[in-house]
Nanobody
């Protein structure tokens, strides 16, 4: 019903930039929050940034001032612009879409398979 795909990851040197994209596809759904999470080896998955349907944003302290989350509701797409990347940002980045499907009452989480971001020093 809702399929989520991330893209834009890659290998960059410290100080470089990447732009991640996440597209939610399917039919008959309405998206609420769209989130970016990341998970580094040996660590728990953590929330990096969140944007509501109204455009309100939240960021983890570790990325404030460097990352920017945005969305295009017409395209069911959320972006994460990552600037001044650090080796500590190395992780698999996941998109989480909270959506209500036609015919359902409550919202559910829909996860992508992740995109690898590697930052070298």
């Amino acid at each position: 019903q809702v399929h989520v795909v991330e893209s834009g990851g890659g290998l960059v040197q410290a100080g470089g930039s990447l732009r991640l994209s996440c597209v939610a596809s399917g039919s008959g759904f309405s998206i609420n929050n769209m989130d970016w999470y990341r998970q580094a080896p040996g660590k728990r998955r953590e929330l990096v940034a969140r944007i509501t349907s109204g455009g309100t944003t939240n960021y983890a302290d570790s990325v404030k001032g460097r990352f920017t989350i945005s969305r295009d509701n017409a395209k069911n797409t959320v972006y994460l612009q990552m600037n001044n990347l650090k080796p500590e940002d190395t992780a698999v980045y996941y998109c989480n879409t909270r959506a209500v499907v036609t015919g359902k009452v409550y919202e559910y989480s829909y996860w992508g398979q992740g995109t690898q971001v590697t930052v070298s020093s």
